[in-house]
């Protein structure tokens, strides 16, 4: 029932399809390095929040600050500890780098987790 709610209210990076592919979400584009370390994703332009502010790419980053913050006490957070680096080299574009190959990944990018402005 949270799924099906949160996925209304809020987007992930990517989606699944009914088959259960993957479709573009707040990421228009995304890539792998080919040794499965890096995904870079690129975010679609003109994404805003409720309040007009610009989706950028360091409002995805500060996300992934605030799950992993023992603090906040995410249950995402889990999810994400192979993730050993975020950077927002400009606006659209987001990167990610892991400690090693991690297949569930793109899965858990179609978490519909809160990004804040």
Not at 76 to 98: C, F, S, Y
């Amino acid at each position: 029932m949270a799924g099906e709610l949160l996925s209304n209210l809020f987007s992930g990076l990517v989606q699944f399809d009914q088959q259960l592919g993957l479709l573009p979400d707040l990421a228009e584009t995304w890539e792998v390095s080919p040794d499965g370390l890096q995904y870079t994703f690129k975010l679609r332009q003109g994404l805003t929040f409720h309040n007009g502010d610009p989706l950028t790419s360091a409002d995805v980053v500060y996300t992934h600050q605030r799950t992993t913050d023992p603090d906040f006490a995410s249950p995402h957070a889990n999810k994400l500890n192979a993730v050993t680096e975020i950077t927002a080299p400009d606006d659209l574009d987001r990167g990610r780098e892991a400690e090693c190959p991690y297949a569930p990944f793109l899965a858990t990018a179609c978490a519909r987790v809160r990004v804040e402005p």
